[in-house]
């Protein structure tokens, strides 16, 4: 039996970005994950809900997901965590300035994320998948109870994230999708960094990507 989240999904940001707020709705414990902008708007909707941030989390640290950490970390004294590969671009500004941008910078992080070490966030736990090939250090985060994977910018709904920036690496990233992700069952949800939502099997069968 599925254990029930509450996932909602804000695009957010200069290129619309996917930030997840995730909550246990027994517990109201929430994780952010990927505040890529919009910190308002972040903010109002966990106090709508009456959610209590237990964690701010980066898949990576690419500018179109950060740009709201600062503020969120501020507002809620909430833990910040990404994997240790990453600290680089984060101080960076996620290499905003390639594209012409400034966003704000980023607190060092309070957590460096151990893959194969469950996340415990209040009542939340999540699995940390190592999935690079689009930054050096991703990571997704795996919920198996409730059966739901964020993914970042790895795997897409009939697609795949780019490996044309920095740190990215075609092969690299097509072993961690096939080897990590198509791992996981068939039915569980892809919450990715950008577009809608998909399942493992879906993408297993029809992302053009990956066929054989």
Known sequence: MRTPLEV???PVGPIQTNC?????????????????????????ALAERQWTTRAVLLTHAHFDHLGAVAEVVAATHAPFGLHPLEVPLLR?????????????ACPEPDWLL???????????????????????????FYHA???????????FEQGIGRTDLPG??????????REVLLA?????????????????GAERRDNPFLAE
């Open 145 to 155: 109870a409730a059966a739901v994977v964020f993914s970042g910018d790895v795997l």
């Open 184 to 200: 996981l069952p068939d039915d569980v949800t892809v919450c990715s960094g950008h577009g809608g939502l998909t399942t493992i």
């Open 8 to 10: 909602l999904q804000l």
């Open 92 to 104: 960076q500004k996620g290499g905003a300035a390639l594209f012409g941008l400034n966003v704000p």
């Open 20 to 44: 997840y707020l995730v909550a246990d709705p027994a517990t109201r414990d929430a994780v952010v994950i990927d505040p890529g902008g919009e910190a308002p708007r972040l903010l109002a």
């Open 114 to 140: 151990t893959p194969g070490t469950p996340l415990a966030a209040g009542s939340l736990s999540f699995e940390v998948l190592f999935v690079p090939g689009h930054t050096v250090g991703h990571v997704a």
């Open 168 to 177: 990215g690496n075609y092969a690299t990233l097509m072993t961690s999708i």
